[in-house]
Nanobody, 121 residues
Framework: QVQLVESGGGLVQSGGTLRLSCAAS????????MGWYRQAPGKQRELVAQ??????NYADSVKGRFTISRDNAKNTVYLQMTSLKPDDTAVYYC????????????????WGQGTQVTVSS
């Protein structure tokens, strides 16, 4: 069984900074990709940032403001968010894709429970 535990959300003023963390626990052999998605009220869940094999990609709306980093030894991913805007308000979900629990095991995807980020104007 794999669990993703997120932390670091909260309320911040516009222009402020937050750092999200997500740790994957369980008998994990490898994880292909870890990333962050977000979902605002009335909107679809969207990709914010993703880290795969050392490469990263970002939504256009967060480029230059958010930075994703990953500690493979700890199966942990971070999202440093700066210059936050009210439009960044959403529930942020951690995703671990292509998780293997055995060397030749099948890959599965997992989601965290979500953490609320609220940016006030």
């Amino acid at each position: 069984q794999v669990q993703l535990v997120e932390s670091g959300g909260g309320l911040v003023q516009s222009g402020g900074t937050l750092r999200l963390s997500c740790a994957a626990s369980g008998s994990i052999v490898s994880i292909d990709s870890m990333g962050w998605y977000r979902q605002a009220p009335g909107k679809q869940r969207e990709l914010v940032a993703q880290s795969t094999d050392g490469s990263t990609n970002y939504a256009d709306s967060v480029k230059g403001r958010f930075t994703i980093s990953r500690d493979n030894a700890k199966n942990t991913v971070y999202l440093q968010m700066t210059s936050l805007k009210p439009d960044d308000t959403a529930v942020y979900y951690c995703n671990a894709a292509g998780v293997r629990l055995a060397i030749f095991g099948i890959r599965r995807d997992y989601w965290g429970q979500g953490t609320q980020v609220t940016v006030s104007s």
